[in-house]
């Protein structure tokens, strides 16, 4: 998986902006992955991997990027 650094590089090419909910959203995308114990959400293991998030805010727009 990406470095935090790299991952939220990507979540502001993709979001336009860097702010707190993008930080937010990589960190918790980060956590939920660990939590389940997926390595790579965008390699091997994407397939074992559907995210529901209940905001549309920028941590959404994060939490896609990462996963």
Do not use: W, Y
């Not at 991952?7 to 090419?13: G, K, S």
């Not at 702010?19 to 389940?36: D, E, I, K, S, W």
């Not at 965008?42 to 549309?56: A, C, H, M, P, S």
Request: overall charge negative.
């Amino acid at each position: 998986m990406e470095t935090l650094e790299e991952l939220l590089v990507r979540a502001e090419q993709s979001h336009g902006h860097i702010c707190a909910g993008q930080v937010l959203g990589v960190r918790m995308a980060l956590l939920g992955c660990r939590a389940v114990g997926i390595e790579d959400p965008r390699g091997t293991d994407k397939k074992r991997l559907l995210v529901f998030v209940e905001i549309d805010r920028c941590a959404a727009d994060a939490i896609n990027t990462v996963t």
